[in-house]
């Protein structure tokens, strides 16, 4: 099993372009997660997938935009990619039980210029 | 507001000079607290869930245990391989959705 995996590993954007980050998971599960990860911040949610077909948002939002394509993968969009969006972006799936455990891709390393 | 605190934010260890990290955690209600290590580059890795007060999980030298205020991640005898930054995460009883709080961790460093 590759578990979740993430492309691409590396980016780096102009301001006002736009891309999209892909994730898939091979483990079955329900729910997937997209999150940022910045120095001094912690992870951050930006949006979540309960199940296919649902989408919610997180604790950042703005900016970005998600399709949960299939029970495997969950897409997240930059429209028009700023500064503050350079980060380290997380893509996560678990099951959707009470308390589940969410397991976490390689990331992708996005530069805004 | 649900709130996760780290402490220390950094710590060097002698290799087997056993130490402590403490997660504090504020939530309405806690369904369950998670412990992750993340090495540099790397995405977080699973280590252990905590459902109540007074439970503890053990794998090779690191043993988490919960209060009901804070968990304590204990490294027995560390060596080099266990440096990383270990990462706290909280599960809030409210709402839908699995969406966890995350503190800014403890970066680790052992050495020989």
């Known amino acids: 099993n590759a578990g979740v995996t993430q492309t691409p590993k590396f980016q780096v954007l102009k301001t006002g372009q736009s891309m999209t980050l892909q994730c898939a998971q091979d483990m079955n599960h329900n729910s997937m997660y997209w999150y940022r990860q910045d120095p001094g911040m912690g992870l951050r949610l930006i949006y979540y997938?309960?199940?296919?077909?649902?989408?919610d948002k997180g604790e950042v939002p703005n900016g970005y935009n998600v399709s949960r394509l299939n029970k495997r993968e969950f897409s997240l969009r930059l429209e028009s990619a700023a500064p503050s969006q350079t980060s380290v972006y997380f893509c996560?799936?678990?099951?959707?039980?009470?308390?589940?455990?969410?397991?976490f891709g390689p990331g992708t390393r996005l530069t805004v210029l | 507001e649900d709130q996760v605190t780290q402490s220390p934010e950094a710590l060097r260890l002698q290799e087997g000079e056993s130490s402590s990290l403490n997660c504090s955690y504020t939530v309405s209600g806690l369904r369950g607290l998670f412990w992750y290590r993340q090495d540099p580059g790397k995405g977080p890795e699973f280590l252990f869930t905590?459902?109540?007060a007074g439970e503890e999980k053990e794998k090779e030298r690191l043993k988490a245990t919960l209060t009901k205020k804070e968990s304590f991640l204990h490294i027995t005898a560390p060596k080099p391989e266990d440096s990383a930054t270990y990462l706290c995460?909280?599960?809030?009883?409210?709402?839908?959705?699995?969406?966890?709080?995350f503190g800014t961790g403890t970066q680790l460093k052992v050495e020989l």
């Open positions: 997938s309960a199940s296919e077909g649902t989408t």
């Open positions: 995460a909280v599960h809030p009883d409210r709402g839908g959705g699995n969406k966890l709080t």
């Open positions: 996560a799936s678990g099951q959707t039980r009470i308390t589940d455990t969410q397991y």
């Open positions: 905590l459902y109540s």
